[in-house]
């Protein structure tokens, strides 16, 4: 669900920058409160694994669509809102700096889709509300199945709604709205399943990780290694080599593009986009998370005549070092980025 910049206006886009650096602000603010010595690197190897998670697309049976991993409201269990945010924001700032994921207009919009939802509306609102003070796993596994897909929901919806107030004409909020929430209400039930078996893992082997983000307390005495070293070896797994099986359909915001305007990409008209888009094509150094001289140029596929493209079907697993390359090296950027964060944040001990 990365929106790209041909689907927001500079109004538009500046608005939300400045609701998320508003929220940015407000999340480092609180977040000092709890951050200690194992919230830090905590905060690091989960934005290395939710970056890795996000380049495995997987296919929605008879739909010709696929979803990926949001990752907001493991974030949100694991670490609470506040640490959470910063966390996603890292997490898709480095996409799309580095990756061309998403578009830097569109950022703003973004981060508040993917970040917003699941850590201030759905976690406080639902999740909370359902595994109380005292969560059971039975609670825990339903709460976060539904607060996944109401918060994926949410986000589906808030593109819509960005779309329509950035006067995009090839998408009717009436045909665009019946397309994104139902494929996004698939998608959702798949992420809630591999959120509540995620928390499930963790809740297993450190409960205490738990009960203090739903608490808002630092951790305290809590050896959380064994936890760190599981989620970052299947962050490098993933990152690594299960993202050769990602699926080639389109996700399910360039699906619902395709059925509305029969197009997966729009072009950008303004001069801030042609801008914006000549900047992120010198930050990419793996666009489109392949080698350079690997990656389709934007758009192109949509500009060459079907009966003129190939015949045959990628290769499935699409084995590509380019591939591993971008998830281990998103991976170690996006944990180095969120550990800067955290450090940065953290108050200094006082001496008495």
């Not at 493991?74 to 578009?103: C, E, H, K, N, R």
């Not at 499930?200 to 064994?226: D, L, T």
């Amino acid at each position: 669900m990365h929106m790209a910049d041909a689907l927001i206006s500079p109004a538009v886009g500046a608005t939300m920058w400045a609701a998320t650096a508003g929220l940015i602000a407000y999340s480092a603010h609180k977040v000092q409160e709890v951050l200690n010595d194992r919230i830090v690197p905590l905060m690091g190897v989960l934005g290395a694994f939710i970056f890795a998670a996000q380049m495995i697309n997987f296919s929605i049976p008879a739909t010709g669509s696929s979803g990926h991993l949001g990752g907001g409201m493991i974030l949100s269990i694991l670490l609470g809102p506040y640490a959470a945010f910063l966390v996603m924001a890292s997490v898709l700032t480095v996409q799309a700096l580095f990756f061309a994921d998403g578009g830097l207009l569109a950022l703003g919009c973004n981060i508040f889709n993917l970040g917003f939802f699941p850590c201030f509306i759905a976690y406080p609102l639902i999740f909370r509300r359902i595994t109380g003070t005292a969560p059971a796993p039975s609670r825990l596994g339903v709460a976060a199945i539904l607060a996944a897909i109401v918060s994926l929901q949410l986000g589906a919806f808030g593109v819509v709604l960005e779309t329509v107030f950035s006067g995009i004409s090839e998408l009717p909020f009436r045909t665009f709205v019946l397309l994104m929430q139902p494929i996004h209400l698939a998608i959702g039930i798949v992420e809630g399943l591999v959120t509540a078996a995620v928390v499930a893992f963790v809740w297993r082997a450190r409960p205490e990780i738990v009960n203090a983000a739903g608490a808002f307390q630092p951790m305290v005495k809590v050896n959380i290694k064994k936890v760190l070293f599981g989620l970052l070896l299947v962050a490098v797994i993933t990152g690594g080599a299960l993202s050769w099986f990602a699926s080639s359909h389109p996700d399910g915001l360039e699906w619902a593009m395709l059925k509305t305007s029969g197009k997966e990409e729009l072009e950008s008209a303004t001069r801030v986009h042609a801008a914006l888009s000549s900047i992120q094509a010198q930050t990419a150094f793996l666009p489109d998370y392949a080698f350079k001289q690997d990656a389709m140029r934007p758009g192109m596929a949509e500009t060459v005549p079907v009966e003129d493209q190939p015949a045959d079907k990628p290769a499935w697993p699409a084995v590509a070092p380019g591939t591993s390359v971008s998830g281990l090296v998103g991976g170690a950027v996006t944990l180095a980025l969120a550990l800067f964060i955290g450090i940065a944040l953290k108050r200094p001990k006082v001496e008495v």
